[in-house]
Structures are given as C-alpha cells and as structure tokens.
C-alpha cells in the first residue's frame, strides 16, 4: 500500500476487510486519505517490530545521595561536558558539580562500568552500568564478612577506603579474609586500597602477601611494606645485588668549604643501554633500601641530591619516592620541589597521588604563581575542586600570562590558553570564575568562547540554587 501511494496510485481495493469498515466513505479521495491514517498509526505504534531476546528487564538507575543539577543549569552542563575533550576530563566536571552538592542527570553523563576515579556518590551508577540487577545493588548496610557479597564492587570500592580511613583494622580483616578467593586482578585492587591508613599495624599481612600467587600483588605489597620502612631488596654486595647495581649510577660527593656535606649525583651515562637500565632499577628497586645502602636516611639522601644535573634521573628518583618512599619522605621532597618553583615543582606532581589536600594546593599554588607550563596542571592527582581564590592567580604570573595570550594574536598559545582556562575552571572558587570570566573576556577572548564553559558553570554554582 505504501509503494502504491508513492507511485501515485489508489490502494483502497488492497486494504484489509477490517480497514475498509473504517475506511468506507462516499469519496474516492476520503477513502485513500482515511486509510491513509490508518496505515500511519499501523506503523508508528501496531508494527513496531518485537524486543530482540537478548534483551533483560533492569531494576530502575539507582537514586543518589544528592539532588540533581538544576534544570536551569543543564545547559550549562552540556556545554562544559561537551568541551570537555576526553573521559577524564567529563570526570572532572562530574567532580566539580559534586563538590557544590548536586549529580549529573543520567542522560547527561554516566560513568563507565569501569570507572574508579568519578565521585564516590556514583558507586551505584558504575555498578548499574556493569550490571547489578538484583536487589543488593540497592541496599545500604554497613560492610561486613556478612553482607561482602551484598556489595557491587563499587560500593565495595567506596566502603573499604572509607573504613581504612575509619577503622583500618576491620577493614584489612575485610581484606584478608575474604580478599583470599578473588581473583588476581580483584586481590591487586584490594590490596591497593591498603594505602589509605596505612600503618604498622598493617605489617604482618602485607608480609603474608610474599606468598600470593600473584606477581603483581606480591609487587604492590612489597612498595607498601617500603613506605612503612621495612626492608623490601636487601642489599649484599652480590654481583646479582640490583641495589648496588642501582647506586654504582650514583655519584658520592662533597659540598661546601666549612661545613662540608655530602651530596648525591647521577653519572654520566655513556650509552642508551645504561639509561635503560637505570630506568629500570629506580623502578624495581626501593628508596629505603637505596638510601640505606648509602648510609642515609630518607630526608637526609633526599636533601642531598643535585637536582638539575640529569633531568632524567631527578625524574626517576621523585617517582621512585612516590612509589616506596615514607610518607615524611614524600612530604620533605615535595616541600623542596615546591620551594624551588619552575621545572621542579612540576615534577612535584608526581607526588600528588601520596600528598594531602593541602600538599596538592601548595604545588598548585607554586605553579600558578610561575605563571608556566599551566598544562601540568592536568596531571594532579586527585585534585579537590573549587578552592582556589582569587590571590592566588593575582598575586602570581599566571593572571597577565592569561592576559597576553588572549590579547595576542598567536593561535596555537590561544588555544593553549582556552585548555588552562578548562583546569582553572575546575580548581576555581565560583567568585573566582566569575572574576576570571570578566578579565579574559576584557582582554579579548569572545565572551560566547567554549573555553569558558566550566568557569561559567562553576560560577553559577555559587549560590547552590536547588530550583
């Protein structure tokens, strides 16, 4: 009927019997444009053809903790998410929204089923996305032996660093005792989350983790019984002795006319295969069994290298105290880097992982106020949103290099610039991206720029609006 209507023909005489009752008029024209309504309906809601098999009934989303974002706002949203350019930086704005108390609505964004870095309000979303469909996926009892299976490994997740943070021993107990079962790649992530809390305490078990069958557990077990001080390669002076190895690349010597001390160096390398192979001992080996190969303990081998000689090796060092280093350690090194401004403190980022929230700000801080390379900015490590005030761009030389180069008539610093002003956006006070927005904008950037999409949504969170 329909391939007669488009070759201009009538099709009453070809309809149903059914179709014809309804159809039936005394105008040749009436008839075809009744049956003509009829088919339409058919096939907007009769014909629609039947639900594949494979298809499964789910339980509804899951309702979060917070209200959702504001309808008025949503457009807002779309905008920051869609110049958001990867997964991790749509995370991010999730995560700025989050900080102001409110979740993205679902048909905005969504994390992925494997998704361990959004905020801990979408546990359940993650989970939903990777498949709970019963019951427990709903529930909201506390984590025990008990009710462990309850629990979506998200909200597992999210519970086990909340009770390493609360109650470390309960927790690996949790670990130990039903962690054993898992398989690997579930054991490793366990094992992981021992960070959080990390103590004495902990010693035994991680001890224990020498005889998991796993190579890359009994890895992540021996970098944190490091961080606690616990010898993880003795040295023996053997040929096969890879921390002797390791500090044959470094050069012992000494400093100063009066108060001689003693410093630390790497040496000059003579071919691409010892770079190689230094790489990969400060990668294997660790900090507290270097240091103390020297004689030295952490801050005082930490205080005694000469950063700047190789700027590779000054990179390998700052990551191997990230990875195995003692959190005083991390703490000292990341006070130095910080102090020091430029080059270093962007290599400071490589410690945010292991800093607390003010650590983190410091660098951030010592970044803004060089006013260079703000693209290092994308690389801290679980950044807190919406805490930076408006000194801290004023007083630095960040503030006139956003100037300059949206004044200047340079196209690929612009487009640098619209990618800071994104990181800024999200670290940013909603006054601050107000007053950010006015002075970019004065300086020339159009004010409909995309760029400007997370400081305009950051800055109409201000007032936490919940209509």
């Given at each position: 009927m329909r391939d007669g209507w488009i070759s201009g023909g009538a099709m009453f005489e070809f309809a149903p019997v059914e179709w014809k009752e309804v159809a039936t008029a005394s105008n040749s024209d009436e008839r075809e444009r009744r049956l003509l309504a009829i088919a339409a309906q058919a096939l907007d809601v009769a014909l629609r053809p039947a639900a594949p098999k494979s298809l499964k009934r789910r339980l509804p989303l899951p309702v979060l903790a917070l209200p959702m974002l504001p309808e008025r706002l949503r457009p807002l949203l779309r905008a920051a998410l869609k110049?958001?350019?990867?997964?991790?930086?749509?995370?991010?704005?999730?995560?700025?929204?989050?900080?102001?108390?409110?979740?993205?609505?679902?048909?905005?964004?969504?994390?992925?089923?494997?998704?361990?870095?959004?905020?801990?309000?979408?546990?359940?979303?993650?989970?939903?996305?990777?498949?709970?469909?019963?019951?427990?996926?709903?529930?909201?009892?506390?984590?025990?032996?008990?009710?462990?299976?309850?629990?979506?490994?998200?909200?597992?997740?999210?519970?086990?660093?909340d009770l390493r943070r609360s109650a470390p021993a309960l927790a690996r107990t949790l670990i130990e005792t039903k962690g054993a079962s898992e398989p690997a790649e579930v054991r490793l992530a366990l094992v992981e989350l021992m960070r959080f809390g990390l103590g004495a305490d902990d010693v035994p078990f991680l001890k224990s983790l020498s005889a998991d069958r796993s190579g890359k557990v009994r890895e992540m077990a021996g970098r944190l019984l490091a961080r606690l001080g616990e010898r993880g390669n003795p040295a023996d002076g053997g040929s096969e002795d890879p921390i002797a190895e390791l500090a044959a690349f470094i050069e012992e010597g000494k400093s100063g006319f009066i108060r001689r001390r003693t410093t630390y160096a790497p040496v000059k390398l003579k071919s691409p295969a010892q770079q190689a192979r230094r790489a990969d001992l400060f990668a294997s080996c660790y900090f507290g069994d270097l240091v103390a190969h020297f004689g030295k303990t952490e801050a005082d081998f930490i205080g005694a290298w000469q950063f700047g000689v190789d700027d590779g090796a000054d990179l390998f060092l700052v990551r191997m105290v990230a990875a195995s280093g003692g959190d005083a350690a991390v703490a000292s090194l990341a006070d130095?880097?910080?102090?020091?401004?430029?080059?270093?403190?962007?290599?400071?980022?490589?410690?945010?992982?292991?800093?607390?929230?003010?650590?983190?700000?410091?660098?951030?801080?010592?970044?803004?106020?060089?006013?260079?390379?703000?693209?290092?900015?994308?690389?801290?490590?679980?950044?807190?949103?919406?805490?930076?005030?408006?000194?801290?761009?004023?007083?630095?030389?960040?503030?006139?290099?956003?100037?300059?180069?949206?004044?200047?008539?340079?196209?690929?610093?612009?487009?640098?610039?619209?990618?800071?002003?994104?990181?800024?956006?999200?670290?940013?006070?909603?006054?601050?991206?107000?007053?950010?927005?006015?002075?970019?904008?004065?300086?020339?950037?159009?004010?409909?720029?995309p760029s400007l999409s997370l400081l305009r949504l950051n800055a109409a969170l201000a007032a936490n609006p919940t209509t």
């Open positions: 110049y958001a350019a990867d997964a991790r930086l749509k995370t991010r704005v999730a995560a700025l929204v989050a900080s102001r108390g409110f979740v993205l609505h679902p048909m905005d964004w969504m994390p992925a089923a494997t998704d361990q870095e959004s905020p801990d309000i979408y546990a359940p979303w993650v989970d939903w996305q990777a498949g709970a469909d019963s019951e427990k996926q709903s529930r909201r009892e506390d984590l025990t032996a008990e009710t462990w299976d309850d629990f979506y490994p998200a909200a597992r997740r999210s519970a086990l660093i130095l880097l910080a102090a020091a401004g430029g080059r270093l403190a962007i290599l400071g980022l490589q410690l945010t992982a292991r800093l607390d929230s003010g650590g983190k700000r410091v660098l951030i801080r010592q970044i803004l106020n060089d006013g260079q390379n703000l693209a290092a900015l994308n690389m801290v490590e679980g950044a807190e949103a919406g805490w930076l005030e408006w000194g801290d761009l004023a007083k630095g030389k960040t503030l006139s290099a956003l100037r300059s180069a949206v004044s200047g008539d340079n196209d690929v610093v612009k487009r640098n610039t619209e990618q800071h002003l994104e990181s800024i956006g999200f670290l940013a006070t909603a006054a601050t991206a107000e007053k950010l927005i006015g002075e970019v904008v004065a300086a020339g950037l159009p004010p409909a720029s």
